[in-house]
């Protein structure tokens, strides 16, 4: 298999700079992002945005010219219980309206292995903007069995600091870092 990059978290960068470039949707439906922190010491919470959109430009021949995009509402975020869904839209941490985004743009891939790369980019959330790195693997790429069409699977990881989007409340009580999972499923756009 070709080295390949990420779609998390992701509407498409200029695709004309990648003539040899497909580009594929995700998988609304097989694509999700979990995050996770410490609370308190006590226990490990969890949280969940899914069924969001995204692009990615894919080339199969050269995975670093590839490219990815995504954006989805902050209030699409499922916590598992509504009373805590509602503390992280306040003002204490997000202050969240109805179409406020979180939205991710490639700006970077580094092949570093057969099937994995580090996808940089920038994460806009809470307003704010800040560079991350996503550590990505290609889980598969081939016919899906069902659809009988191309179809591409991937999974990442990041960690990101609550303090540098402005929702640090509680630090360190809460864990100021979150752990990001990402795994995503993306077909030809038609």
């Given amino acids: 298999m070709k080295p390949i990059l990420f779609a998390g978290a992701l509407a498409l960068a200029p695709v004309a700079a990648l003539a040899d470039a497909e580009t594929y ?8 992002i ?10 490990t919470g969890y949280g969940m945005f899914s069924g969001f959109e995204g692009e990615i430009a894919w080339n199969e021949d050269a995975p670093a010219e590839s ?3 995504v954006s989805f509402p902050v209030r699409s975020m499922m916590t598992g219980w509504e009373a805590r869904f509602e503390h992280f839209m306040s003002e204490d941490f997000f202050d969240a309206a109805d179409d406020e985004m979180v939205t991710f743009t490639s700006t970077g891939i580094e092949v570093t292995g057969e099937d994995t790369a580090l996808i940089t980019g920038d994460l806009t959330l809470n307003g704010v903007t800040n560079e991350v790195v996503l550590d990505t693997q290609l889980n598969q790429a081939g016919e899906h069995p069902m659809e009988n069409k191309p179809w591409l699977g991937f999974s990442a990881t990041t960690t990101l600091v609550r303090s540098d989007y402005n929702v640090g409340a509680f630090a360190p009580y809460v864990s100021d870092e979150v752990e990001v999972e990402i795994s995503v499923e993306a077909m030809p756009a038609e």
């Fill in 67 to 69: 490219s990815v995009e």
């Fill in 34 to 43: 979990v995050f996770s922190y410490n609370h308190l010491g006590f226990s």
């Fill in 25 to 32: 949707v995700l998988d609304s439906s097989h694509s999700q």
